[in-house]
């Protein structure tokens, strides 16, 4: 089946404790990206991937890095959470920056 | 950055109904998506309609676009209990960047 996993789905951390919200897919997409969802902002950019090796900046980067070392992996790092990243994050794949998105299902975070 | 901008941003209305959400968007694009997201789940792409198409129907969905106005429409016919959901509108910019820029959305409650 094709899909876009996260994990964990649900996390509950403290300020400051490095963590990584992984993302994978199955579906040979060249194309990845996180969001961020908050009540009232919508869904913002965080970073996105063109491809392997090549990264860039979304609208909100600030505090978060990402990784495209393999095709199908797009791990988020957030070296040092602060409280202000407590959100709802989402992974995306698609074939192409304009093309249909997939989106996994979600990793809710609360920062402490 | 916002582009797309929905209207209205709550509906409640009953089943059977049709359900008409509105789009703007201020600049040029390549293409207009619809996404649909259960309550705090991931989006889930309905339709796409380039920037050189006027009407596409999927099922009870049919979205319209009109770049003079810069404006789209998904109308939701014989609406359900099912549908309720936020539905989200993204627009793919002409320009080499071309990112998705999704808009806050449109919450929809279909009373049985």
């Known amino acids: 089946e094709a899909q876009v996993t996260q994990n964990p789905r649900y996390l509950i951390t403290v300020t400051g404790k490095k963590l990584t919200v992984t993302c994978s897919q199955n579906?040979?997409?060249?194309?990845m990206s996180w969001y961020r969802q908050d009540p009232g902002l919508g869904l913002r950019q965080i970073y996105y991937?063109?491809?392997?090796?090549?990264?860039d900046k979304g609208d909100v980067p600030e505090g978060y890095k990402v990784s495209r070392k393999e095709k199908r992996n797009f791990p988020l790092i957030l070296e040092s959470p602060s409280p202000n990243q407590t959100s709802l994050y989402f992974c995306?794949?698609?074939?192409?920056?304009?093309?249909?998105?997939?989106f996994g299902p979600g990793t809710r975070l609360l920062v402490l | 950055s916002q582009q797309g901008e929905e209207d209205p941003q709550a509906l409640s209305i009953q089943e059977g109904e049709n359900a008409t959400m509105n789009c703007s968007y201020k600049?040029?694009?390549?293409?207009l998506q619809w996404y649909r997201q259960n309550s705090g789940r991931g989006l889930v792409h309905l339709i796409l309609?380039?920037?050189?198409?006027r009407e596409k129907h999927s099922g009870r969905l049919r979205v319209t676009l009109d770049t003079s106005k810069k404006s789209s429409s998904l109308l939701i016919t014989a609406s359900r209990a099912a549908d309720t959901a936020s539905y989200f509108c993204?627009?793919?910019?002409?320009?080499?960047?071309?990112?998705?820029?999704f808009g806050q959305g449109t919450t929809l409650q279909v009373k049985p």
């Open positions: 995306a794949s698609s074939q192409g920056a304009r093309e249909t998105q997939y």
């Open positions: 579906m040979n997409h060249e194309y």
């Open positions: 991937s063109m491809n392997v090796e090549v990264t």
């Open positions: 600049t040029s694009i390549n293409n």
């Open positions: 309609i380039r920037s050189n198409e």
């Open positions: 993204a627009t793919a910019s002409s320009s080499n960047t071309g990112k998705l820029i």
